[in-house]
């Protein structure tokens, strides 16, 4: 068995092994996972300091789950988008499939919380090939982002069955994938793997850091690796209340997410999905953090800030122009108090 496979298998799933590991009531922990899955793998365990730090509110079962009765548990409309069980088509020239159900943790602010992890909803082969098929048929679509759940849990050999025929087709120009493991269990990337990954550029991976001190020595080698193999890296991440919610950790993850040659893409606000409230922070929270790294540092560690809805990304802006009269506009930066006046043309 590879290594990751017997890490993932000796994961925290059950309710007494969980509120044992995390000291918890081991009845509020069986009203969580009743209702959502729970896994936390031996690695991602292992970077719990202590009860309540950044790593463990992005793991740990928590009763205010079940409390948020109010939240939809498909806010985006994935569901009616689908134009089959695994393609979701919202932009005119790119999709996205979604290859897995399972994650190597599952993250308690999931914006798939309603699928992800949950055996009943497994995605099968046949339904992927069948995916695959649409895209065939859809000729405007040139970018094919692979998505679950996580496609890294996958074998490599079923990744490459679905990779090999998406590169055979013609109008398939790029291929992306949204894999979190090089953050939760970094020992998925495996020489194996990047040797098969290489065979089918132009291919991009955006990966899923929410806070520096998930940057580990392993997670570094992982990205590394990825680098290595002439993957150019990006990475999501979601503003969460008193978890990332703070300009000066958001840069130092930005600019940590550099060094191991990943590069800042998008910065979300948490959507109001059905059970992860608690996790919600108001726009200012996201802009404020912009704000903190336009300008004060290296533009590659700014992400966009966006809130994803129904109809696609909207991007979320600082306000750069003050006024603008007569052709006259007053813009100022986030990093410095003067303001310049630009002159539009006639
Ligand atoms: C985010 C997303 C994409 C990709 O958007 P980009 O802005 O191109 O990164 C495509 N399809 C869906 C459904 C998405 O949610
Ligand atoms: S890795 Fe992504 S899909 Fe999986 S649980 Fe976390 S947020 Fe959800």
């Known amino acids: 068995m590879e290594s990751w496979r017997r890490i993932l298998a000796e994961s925290l799933s059950e309710p007494e092994e969980i509120a044992h590991a995390l000291k918890m009531d081991v009845e509020d922990v069986k009203s969580v996972t009743d209702i959502y899955p729970v896994r936390i793998n031996p690695y991602y365990l ?7 730090d950044t790593i463990w509110k ?15 548990a498909d806010p985006l409309d994935e569901e009616n988008q689908s134009r089959n069980k695994v393609v979701i088509h919202r932009y005119p020239d790119r999709v996205l499939l979604m290859v897995s159900n399972q994650c190597a943790m599952y993250c308690r ?20 090939m ?26 490599d050999e079923i990744l490459e069955k679905y990779l090999k025929a998406l590169r055979a087709i013609p109008h398939v120009e790029i291929i992306r994938i949204g894999t979190r493991t090089p953050c939760v269990l970094p020992q998925r990337i495996t020489k194996k793997l990047c040797r098969m ?45 008193d978890l990332n919610d703070d300009p000066l950790v958001m840069k130092e993850l ?17 959507d109001p999905v059905k059970g992860i409230k608690h996790f919600r922070t108001g726009i200012e929270k996201g802009l404020a953090i912009i704000r903190a790294v336009k300008g004060y540092t290296s533009g590659m560690a700014t992400p966009q800030f966006v809130v994803d809805s129904s109809a696609g990304k909207i991007p979320l802006v600082p306000q750069y122009i003050i006024e603008n009269t007569d052709n006259v506009l007053k813009l100022q930066s986030t990093f410095s108090d003067r303001v310049v006046e630009y002159i539009e043309v006639e």
């Open 46 to 52: 292992s970077l719990i300091k202590e009860k309540g």
């Open 58 to 72: 992005q793991c740990a079962p928590d009763l205010r789950e079940l409390e948020d009765l109010a939240g939809n």
């Open 109 to 128: 602010f999931c914006t798939r919380k309603r699928r992800v992890g949950d055996s009943k909803k497994n995605i099968q082969p046949a339904e992927v």
């Open 130 to 155: 069948q995916g695959i098929d649409y895209i065939r048929k859809h000729k405007e679509i040139r970018d094919v982002i692979v998505s679950g759940g996580d496609p890294f849990l996958l074998s």
């Open 197 to 241: 990954l290489k065979k089918y550029h132009p291919l991009y991976i955006n990966t899923h850091f929410e806070h520096p001190s998930e940057i580990t020595a392993e997670s570094s080698k992982a990205c590394e690796m990825l680098a290595d193999a002439g993957i150019p890296l990006g990475n999501q991440s979601v503003v969460l209340k």
């Open 254 to 270: 930005f600019q940590k997410l550099l060094k191991i040659r990943v590069k800042p893409y998008y910065l979300y606000l948490c």
